[in-house]
């Protein structure tokens, strides 16, 4: 027998292959697993005919066998890959999603993520206006603009496209063939303009089970999704809807941040968001902070619940007296501002004396009691009275308390250190 180089084999193969003749081929059965192993000892011996005959037809079997395990890896390993490449996807997404990150922004990589993994697709986002019928938000970064601003003011119903079906029925809606669909009839030659034939969409709903917005997939192919690509779609779905949720429940705790509790005016920030927004606009600006005069008395004679009916009824003039375009808002105890879009004299003065007016009514406490207060306002202008909004809050301050020394129920406005502004009585 031969001696080789390679490493010596088992025991147990060296019992093996001294076995001539028939027994050979017998025993070489048990030696093919051990060489789908990595075994060297396949090439140590060798054996009389039949024996190198039956260890010859053994080892290209074994080859095969091993080919046919390296392919089984290969893919294995492919699997995982994309696997990973799916997961570093995802991560993406929801990392754009937890740093909040602009919506439009997070719904831009959402698609990118489910255009890398399904060949040949182009992904949107439509988004419903505040009333709930009509596009108001269309993000598709790899669809042509002009056909993104045609969807805007769309409004969705039954046999409206893919997504406006999708959200009107709260379900997928999966098109083959968008040339031959008739829901899609009226925008055959929108569509024609992108080159795509298919268009799958998902309704995206809130937690209440309402359609805020929709998914949507298009391919160049007319054919329907297949098993793995409906499942890329599914998880896109509950993370737009992770997305546009995190995003209202953001916009609610800002609204909360900037309100008042009690009143449900703008609190001190709102107030200062508003105004700085305004003088970075560069627009003109009128600031009037008014004060209640004795509301101590009211508190005293009623309560604090008392007071409390008391200053959501004032607030709730100011509201009405100011409209849209201006601002009112409680800076704390009685005290309230309102930000005007105007820095005319006559027309702040026009304000101030509305606002005694309608401050100055009786409030009903209940049945039999009523309640009356006054206020004091101090007037101050932009830019004429303040370049920020620090010295504006600061000089129409100053100037409602120079409005209380001169007898109350007034308004002043800021002139300067010296006091010498205008000065109105109810």
Same mark, same amino acid.
């Not at 996807?89 to 255009?115: H, T, W």
């Not at 060949?119 to 970064?141: D, F, N, Q, Y």
């Not at 009211?298 to 959501?312: C, M, Q, S, W």
């Given at each position: 027998? $031969?001696r ?5 084999a088992s025991?147990f193969?060296?019992r ?6 028939g ?9 093919v697993?051990a060489f789908?192993?990595?075994?060297p ?8 005919a ?9 080892r ?5 066998a ?6 089984a890896?290969r893919?294995?390993?492919?699997r ?8 570093r ?5 929801l990392?754009?999603?937890s740093?909040?990150?602009? $919506?439009?922004e997070s719904m831009?990589?959402?698609c ?6 399904i060949?040949g697709a ?7 206006g505040?009333?709930?019928?009509t596009?108001?938000k269309?993000?598709?970064p790899g ?8 969807l805007?003011?769309?409004?969705i119903?039954p ?8 959200m ?11 040339l031959?669909h008739p ?11 992108t ?7 998902s ?5 209440d089970?309402q359609a805020v917005?929709?998914f949507?997939?298009?391919n160049e192919?007319?054919?329907?999704p297949?098993r793995g690509?409906?499942l890329?779609i599914?998880?896109?779905v509950?993370?737009a809807?992770?997305a546009v949720?995190?995003a ?5 705790l800002m609204?909360?941040s $900037?309100r008042d509790e009690l009143?449900?005016l703008?609190?001190?920030?709102g107030m200062k968001?508003w105004l ?5 606009a ?17 508190n005293d004679t009623f309560g ?6 008391v200053l959501r009824?004032?607030?709730?003039r100011?509201r009405d007296?100011?409209g849209?375009?201006?601002i009112?808002s409680?800076l704390?105890g009685?005290?309230f501002?309102?930000g005007v879009?105007?820095?005319?004299p006559?027309?702040?003065e026009?304000?101030a004396?509305?606002v005694i007016?309608a401050?100055g009514?009786?409030v009903s ?5 009523r309640?009356?207060?006054r206020?004091s306002i101090?007037?101050a ?14 000089h129409?301050?100053?100037a ?9 129920n007034?308004y ?11 000065e109105?009585?109810?």
């Amino acid at each position: 027998m $031969l001696r080789s180089s390679r490493p010596s084999a088992s025991p147990f193969v060296s019992r093996v292959l001294l076995i001539s003749g028939g027994l050979a081929s017998a025993g070489l059965l048990m030696v093919v697993p051990a060489f789908c192993r990595g075994a060297p000892y396949l090439w140590l011996a060798i054996l009389p005919a039949c024996g190198f005959l039956a260890l010859f037809v053994f080892r290209e079997r074994a080859r095969e066998a091993c080919r046919a395990k390296f392919a089984a890896l290969r893919a294995r390993n492919d699997r995982q890959r994309k696997r990973v490449h799916s997961l570093r996807g995802q991560a993406r997404v929801l990392r754009a999603i937890s740093r909040r990150r602009p $919506l439009d922004e997070s719904m831009g990589i959402l698609c990118r993520f489910v255009e890398d993994r399904i060949p040949g697709a182009r992904c949107s986002v439509l988004m419903l206006g505040p009333e709930g019928r009509t596009v108001g938000k269309s993000v598709a970064p790899g669809l042509p603009e002009p056909y993104n601003q045609a969807l805007l003011g769309l409004e969705i119903g039954p046999a409206v496209g893919s997504c406006g079906a999708a959200m009107h029925l709260r379900k997928p809606v999966f098109i083959d063939d968008v040339l031959r669909h008739p829901n899609w009839a009226p925008f055959r030659d929108l569509v024609l303009t992108t080159g795509m034939r298919t268009c799958w969409s998902s309704p995206i709903l809130d937690d209440d089970g309402q359609a805020v917005g929709a998914f949507a997939v298009y391919n160049e192919q007319p054919r329907l999704p297949v098993r793995g690509e409906r499942l890329t779609i599914h998880v896109a779905v509950e993370m737009a809807r992770v997305a546009v949720n995190m995003a209202a429940v953001y916009r609610q705790l800002m609204h909360q941040s $900037l309100r008042d509790e009690l009143t449900g005016l703008a609190n001190r920030r709102g107030m200062k968001d508003w105004l700085t927004r305004r003088l970075e606009a560069g627009g003109r600006v009128g600031v009037l902070l008014l004060d209640l005069d004795d509301f101590k008395p009211v508190n005293d004679t009623f309560g604090h619940d008392g007071g409390d009916k008391v200053l959501r009824v004032v607030a709730g003039r100011l509201r009405d007296l100011v409209g849209r375009d201006a601002i009112a808002s409680r800076l704390g105890g009685d005290e309230f501002t309102l930000g005007v879009p105007t820095a005319d004299p006559a027309a702040l003065e026009d304000i101030a004396r509305r606002v005694i007016e309608a401050v100055g009514r009786p409030v009903s406490i209940d049945r039999r009691h009523r309640a009356q207060v006054r206020c004091s306002i101090g007037i101050a202008r932009h830019p004429e009275d303040g370049e920020t909004v620090e010295e504006l809050m600061t000089h129409a301050d100053r100037a409602m308390y120079e409005a209380k020394k001169s007898g109350k129920n007034r308004y002043r406005r800021w002139s300067g250190p010296a006091g010498d502004g205008a000065e109105m009585s109810a």
